[in-house]
């Protein structure tokens, strides 16, 4: 345990500098297939035509994107609400939450071409095809200010840039402290997040309505951002206990990390469990009950057949079993259990995401003929293979770069030693 | 800059703030608060008891009165059947919330400030959900047939709706009164066998010797209460969220416009811990002041709480946002009509005061300063508490009274019996807290202590030297 053998001295100044010749295989693998997938990828956005193909493709991309996007806008999370909380516990990770949090730009880059290319743009969203042919109903002449294409691209890039920005600042600020030893950026960076956090919430808020509620513009619910906020904490914490366990692997944070914030580190992965199924549960509880039209749609589209055991494994999946089994403190203290828990975290994440997505691509592309569209599940394969290669690829190449924890964090002494 | 940090600048440190102030030692602590209940109250306890004692007559005439002569004595009309009686239910339950945060979940999270305040917000938990219980009781009219909101096998086979959220939020209240109690007593027993050795004469340490459960402090004894309170903790916070949700739900799953939305549970959670640390300031600060605890609960404590009380007013002021956004997005001409009767119509001043108290008046709290100036968060919490207030109002009235028929729409003012009923409630709430400052530890001794440098197994008595990291001689104050 590090909490009473760790002295300061042993941490030199400099921080542990990790060697990315170390993951090289992994880099290289992830750069082929990425590479591959992307060619790919970018092949049937340009040259698909008016095809199935490239309309089914276009909900398999935002569906692996999207699920990246939770992923790193929920290390921007962990980064702002340690900083804004004034938290010691977990500055031994901290830099690998901020490299994250900085992914954000790398998946707004991969969005761009559903958002920018007119045949995929409409095959996603209806209310862009409907604006564009002119066959506009009652219902969107309503929401016309904020359904308008003009008004779509501007909150994207406000989105974008924000949630980039803030990444890349707090990153910054912290390798600037890591250079000086001054105490100001700790100070700066407190200021701020609490000043971000707002930013943030209204982001993650909006681009969940923007690129996953607005996939059928009739439906909404008022808990939709809170919803895609809690799973998107979650996993990223999986994200972050992975990643420490494959540095410790290879030598790394071996004296910084301790047995003491695996167990932090999963309860919060429970604590984000559970407050997920109290979210998700709220809203289908509140529709089911009151039975409006307009409402339901949503979960009887995802109650109908196939789709009804998808929903049935994320009551499971998503939370009795990750609870039951992130319940015991063995379970958090033992690092093989709990990597197989962060895993399977991610894993019914990614499910999570297929099911708010996909349901509504088979009536979207068949106009309502085929609930699921053959052979898309072979495009869905490409997509999430391509983006987790290309997101794999440019989260370990950020490691090398700096310091794998800030070393001359004035609160490190505080990490160290931490004791649950 | 509140933290002190060192010097040295290869490798910077800041030191946390001290939780108790002026080093003060264990007897220091024991004393202090012991004395409370031990010596004779301040004057001014009186000067506030006696009004309280009165308000809770006033009570209980005004609950004798309705019982006598029926619910008509209330303004309810046909469309507003939910007035004040449920507004003051919502608003009262809402502040039994910061106790049990402060005490589970902010235990949980290794929150080492709590201490200093969770006992007093545990008790005032109790008090305001006692408040809040008199409302749905007295609201079914006969109040002699209340018995029947409790499952219990009768002779005309008649049973509760089970699937009605308002008799879930019988269990859950009920629930979460037992829960807490329990909770707050765990947490007494230790400071009540430290009352118990301290007393000198017969029926008072009798009372805290048989209270205090025949408590030695040992080993054996700790162990088992440490594991006892972290289960209790652990059991307490689904709770937190549970009360706050159901009561939500009685809301929530109709289908009247300004009720019927998926983001009221989380919303009114975090409203509840809003509106509840709001309360626990407004007792807290003046306790401070006249019972001379500024060592205990210092700047820094209400520092924190004012900042959660930013926070959690922030998150409600996101609700309000997404609720109307939604209600206009989601193109239902009847909720848009509700939202614009609440932000427009007849009780729009009430929407104003809501938001007003709730969002804007928070807000302040991003200044150091003003969590800092004692009579700008009292000002602030006297906001909060009323904003809370006026949220629940809005909610429940304005819903209802203008819903789907304008023919049957009507206008809801509340009676002298509703007013004096809500008032009087006031009486009861800080007349049972002025008891328990009477009678009990207002403040936890034995977790205070925990959180003294001097409980830290490497603590070193002034004047001690030892090495620091770089294996430089340094006192243990840090200075070399």
């Given at each position: 345990m590090a909490d009473h053998g760790a002295t300061l001295a042993e941490f030199p100044i400099e921080g542990e500098r990790v060697e990315v010749s170390k993951f090289s295989r992994i880099i290289l693998i992830a750069a082929i297939i990425g590479g591959i997938g992307i060619v790919v990828s970018l092949a049937i956005f340009l040259f698909?035509?008016?095809s199935q193909v490239r309309k089914s493709f276009s909900y398999s991309w935002l569906f692996a994107c999207f699920y990246f996007f939770t992923i790193a806008a929920g290390g921007l999370f962990w980064v702002l609400l340690h900083h804004a909380s004034n938290s010691g516990w977990g500055i031994a990770v901290r830099r690998i939450m901020e490299h994250l949090a900085n992914m954000l730009p790398f998946t707004f880059l991969l969005l761009m071409p559903i958002l920018l290319l007119k045949t995929p743009r409409e095959a996603l969203y209806e209310w862009m095809h409907l604006l564009s042919i002119g066959e506009v109903d009652a219902l969107l002449a309503a929401k016309a200010p904020y359904l308008t294409l003009g008004f779509f691209f501007v909150r994207i890039l406000f989105y974008a840039f924000a949630l980039s920005g803030i990444a890349y600042l707090l990153r910054r600020w912290s390798l600037q402290q890591d250079r000086t030893?001054?105490?100001?950026p700790t100070f700066l960076a407190r200021r701020f997040s609490c000043g971000f956090i707002p930013v943030f919430a209204i982001s993650v808020t909006f681009i969940a309505v923007d690129l996953l509620?607005?996939?059928?513009?009739t439906w909404f619910s008022t808990m939709w951002g809170v919803y895609i906020f809690a799973g998107s904490a979650l996993s990223s914490m999986a994200v972050i206990i992975l990643t420490v366990t494959a540095l410790r692997s290879r030598g790394y944070l071996g004296k910084v990390v301790s047995m003491q914030h695996y167990h932090t580190m999963g309860k919060l992965m429970f604590a984000f469990t559970v407050f997920w199924a109290y979210i998700a549960f709220s809203q289908l509880f509140l529709y089911w009950y009151a039975k409006i039209t307009e409402e339901t749609k949503f979960y009887i589209l995802r109650n109908t057949e196939g789709w009804h055991f998808v929903s049935l494994f994320l009551v499971f999946g998503h939370f009795l079993v990750p609870f039951a089994f992130l319940l015991r403190q063995r379970a958090k203290k033992d690092v093989r259990q709990i990597c197989a828990a962060a895993v399977w975290v991610l894993f019914v994440h990614m499910i999570d995401i297929y099911w708010i997505v996909m349901p509504e691509r088979g009536p979207s592309i068949t106009k309502g003929e085929l609930l699921t569209i053959p052979g898309a599940l072979f495009l869905d394969v490409i997509a999430i293979v391509t983006v987790t290669a290309a997101m794999v690829f440019l989260y370990l190449r950020s490691?090398?770069?700096?310091?794998?924890?800030?070393?001359?964090?004035?609160?490190l002494h505080e990490s160290v030693r931490l004791i649950n | 800059m509140a933290e002190a940090s060192t010097s040295d600048t290869a490798r910077p440190v800041i030191a946390r703030e001290s939780l108790?102030?002026?080093?003060?030692p264990m007897s220091w602590v024991t004393n202090r608060i012991c004395g409370i209940v031990e010596n004779r109250q301040p004057f001014l306890w009186w000067v506030l008891f006696v009004p309280c004692v009165m308000l809770m007559g006033v009570l209980g005439y005004c609950l004798a009165y309705l019982v006598a002569?029926?619910?008509?004595?209330?303004?309810?009309n046909h469309p507003v059947g939910w007035g004040w009686a449920i507004t003051n239910f919502v608003f009262w339950i809402g502040i039994g919330h910061a106790g049990t945060l402060i005490s589970a979940i902010l235990f949980l999270t290794r929150q080492k400030w709590r201490t200093s305040v969770n006992r007093a917000a545990e008790a005032m938990t109790l008090f305001a959900v006692i408040c809040a219980g008199i409302f749905p009781a007295i609201h079914v009219?006969?109040?002699?047939?209340?018995?029947?909101?409790?499952?219990v096998p009768n002779a005309n086979g008649i049973w509760q709706n089970f699937k009605s959220p308002l008799l879930w939020d019988v269990f859950a209240v009920s629930t979460y009164f037992t829960v807490s109690v329990i909770f707050w007593y765990v947490g007494l027993i230790p400071d009540l066998a430290t009352l118990r050795d301290r007393a000198k004469r017969g029926i008072r340490k009798a009372a805290y010797g048989f209270f205090a459960?025949?408590?030695?402090?040992g080993n054996r004894q700790w162990r088992h209460y440490e594991m006892a309170y972290l289960l209790l903790a652990a059991l307490s916070t689904p709770l937190v969220l549970s009360v706050h949700s159901v009561v939500s739900f009685d809301f929530a799953?109709?289908?009247?416009p300004g009720w019927h939305?998926?983001?009221?549970p989380p919303y009114f959670v975090a409203g509840a811990i809003f509106g509840g640390f709001a309360m626990v300031l407004t007792l807290m600060i003046p306790a401070r002041k006249i019972y001379g605890l500024q060592d205990l609960i210092t700047p820094k404590h209400i520092d924190n709480m004012a900042k959660i009380i930013l926070l959690t007013g922030t998150i409600v002021g996101y609700a309000y946002i997404m609720e109307l956004f939604i209600s206009w997005y989601g193109g239902n001409k009847y909720e848009q009509a509700a939202f614009a009767n609440r932000t427009g119509g007849y009780y729009s001043w009430a929407y104003v005061c809501m938001f007003t108290c709730n969002?804007?008046?928070?807000?302040?709290?991003?200044?150091r300063y003003c969590r800092h100036n004692l009579w700008i968060v009292m000002a602030v919490c006297m906001c909060v508490n009323a904003g809370m207030w006026f949220e629940r109002f809005v909610i429940i009235v304005t819903s209802i009274a203008q819903d789907f028929l304008p023919g049957a729409w009507d206008f809801y003012h509340p009676s002298w019996v509703e007013i004096w009923t809500f008032v009087g409630t006031f009486g009861l709430f800080l007349g049972l807290f002025l008891l328990f400052i009477r009678f009990f530890p207002v403040i936890a001794m034995s977790e205070i202590k925990g959180v003294?440098?001097?409980?830290?197994?490497h603590y070193l008595p002034p004047g001690t030297f030892t090495h620091d990291a770089e294996g430089r001689e340094i006192d243990n104050d840090g200075e070399q």
């Open positions: 698909g035509g008016d030893g001054d105490v100001r509620m607005c996939l059928d513009y490691m090398g770069k700096y310091s794998i924890y800030p070393a001359r964090d004035p609160r | 108790v102030l002026n080093e003060r002569t029926g619910v008509g004595v209330w303004g309810n009219g006969r109040f002699w047939m209340v018995w029947f909101l409790a499952p459960l025949g408590w030695r402090g799953t109709s289908i009247v939305t998926t983001i009221f969002v804007i008046v928070p807000q302040l709290f991003w200044f003294l440098p001097k409980s830290d197994p």
